[in-house]
């Protein structure tokens, strides 16, 4: 819904349907599967988590820990 721009990412953050899952895998013989390309660039970082990190850390905070720490480190800091 955020990126189709119906709601902001703060109202997201309070959406009913924040933590509703979609689409599945396994309940049907034929599955829609969502493929995305991104230009990824030298540098970049990318952090998979579930919602409960981005329930507590917003985007900010995530950011600075993994700009500022090497990986290990960042984990650390992200689940303390």
Do not use: F, K
Not at 11 to 22: D, F, G, L, M, V
Not at 28 to 55: E, F, K, M
Request: proline share 6%.
């Amino acid at each position: 819904m955020v990126r189709s721009g119906d709601i902001t990412p703060e109202e997201a953050r309070h959406h009913p349907w924040r933590n509703r899952i979609t689409r599945g895998l396994g309940m049907n013989p034929n599955v829609t599967v969502a493929i995305n390309i991104y230009d990824w660039q030298p540098g970049d970082t990318l952090v998979l988590c579930s919602d409960g990190l981005t329930r507590h850390v917003n985007d900010d905070e995530i950011a600075a820990l993994v700009m500022n720490y090497l990986p290990r480190e960042a984990v650390a800091h992200l689940i303390e």
